[in-house]
């Protein structure tokens, strides 16, 4: 697990966490603008508990890495657009008048403010930040090596089970190998059969002829009797 000295010294590392903005809000709740996007410097101040002049001389020192955060400043044109956006939302939502900067105002958003967290050396409230950040990674990889070692206990079952089917292979081919026969021997029985009922049936088509001709025999005899007695 990296420790907390890493994370401040290594701006890779920094890099790799500013996804997680929800840790600001796990650890105390970050009050923003009305756009619900931004914060200024007094704001992250307040946020962090420590002095403006210590934002201000941190953003100094890593301008650069805290603008590809997202740390911008407003001048001109665009700052006097961006107070009358904030006039109406913040008279509309807190019934009172908004603080204007009268030449420049630097604007934070979520990823920066987390930026600092993992910046500021001298605040109870980023090293919080920071504590729960590498909370959540060994999480991860605690989550990550149990779901690796159930893939490992599947792909083994999976292996016994293939051993298991080359082994049935021998032994199915032989099922099969007897089925066959038997199917074989069936069909000769059933042939056998068959040819068994058609004799019966020719039997039986003799026995009814001789029947008939016993039955003309015995009319023929019963006709010579009554004719002798006749006489």
């Known amino acids: 697990m990296p420790s907390e000295v890493a994370l401040l010294e290594s701006r890779t590392m920094r890099a790799e966490h500013l996804g997680r903005v929800d840790a600001l809000d796990k650890v105390k709740a970050l009050v923003m603008l009305p756009d619900g996007t931004h914060v200024r410097t007094e704001d992250t101040a307040r946020y962090f508990e420590v002095s403006t002049d210590v934002i201000r001389q941190l953003t100094a020192r890593h301008r650069a890495e805290l603008a ?7 001048r001109g044109p665009d700052l006097r657009r961006f107070h009358s956006d904030m006039v109406s939302l913040w008279g509309a939502g807190k019934g009172e008048s908004y603080p204007q900067a009268v030449t420049q105002l630097t604007l934070y958003p979520r990823r920066a403010v987390l930026n600092i967290a993992m910046l500021l050396r001298d605040s109870d409230i980023a090293r919080c930040v920071r504590t729960y950040l590498l909370d959540a990674e060994e999480g991860w990889r605690e989550g990550y ?4 070692r159930r893939v490992t206990d599947v792909e083994s079952c999976l292996g016994r ?5 080359q082994e049935l292979g021998p032994v199915l081919n032989r099922m099969s190998y007897r089925l066959d026969s038997l199917d074989r021997r069936l069909d000769a029985t059933n042939q056998v059969v068959a040819a068994i009922s058609n004799r019966l049936c020719e039997m039986s088509d003799r026995i009814d002829r001789v029947d008939a001709k016993v039955d003309h025999v015995a009319q023929q005899v019963g006709e010579l009797r009554r004719g002798r007695k006749r006489r």
């Open 161 to 165: 089970v293939g051993v298991a089917l």
């Open 145 to 148: 090596a149990s779901l690796d």
């Open 68 to 74: 590809e955060s997202g740390m911008h400043v407003l």
